[in-house]
């Protein structure tokens, strides 16, 4: 059975910083993609970053040059480092993951940044 898991949510002072991670376990073999999207209170779900084969990485405008993700191939996971954060960074944080000709969401993380 495919799972995607996140952890590493929590709160956050503005300024601060959090490390997520995703891990894909059970039938999730070859991928292609992982991604990490968050979603604010009556927002529309928006992309945060994204890594794919290769290391070719792609951010948001918004969180460019103050978030990084990395992946481990071998280990089927990935981390998002947050760093400077702000309070329009609150939001539930889902990974996604392209694998196989499949694609799987996580249940999300929930980052709050406030003082």
């Known amino acids: 059975q495919a799972q995607v898991v996140e952890s590493g949510g929590g709160l956050v002072q503005p300024g601060g910083s959090l490390r997520l991670a995703c891990a894909a376990s059970?039938?999730?073999?070859?991928?292609?993609?992982m991604a990490w999207y968050r979603q604010a209170p009556g927002k529309q779900r928006e992309l945060v970053a994204r890594?794919?084969?290769?290391?070719?990485?792609l951010y948001g405008a918004s969180v460019q040059g103050r978030f990084t993700i990395s992946r481990d191939s071998a280990n089927n996971t990935a981390h998002l480092q947050m760093n400077s954060l702000k309070p329009e960074d609150t939001g539930v944080y889902y990974c996604y993951v392209v694998a196989g000709g499949h694609d799987y969401w996580g249940q999300g993380t929930q980052v709050t940044v406030s003082s």
């Open positions: 890594i794919t084969t290769g290391d070719n990485t």
């Open positions: 059970g039938s999730i073999f070859s991928i292609y993609a």
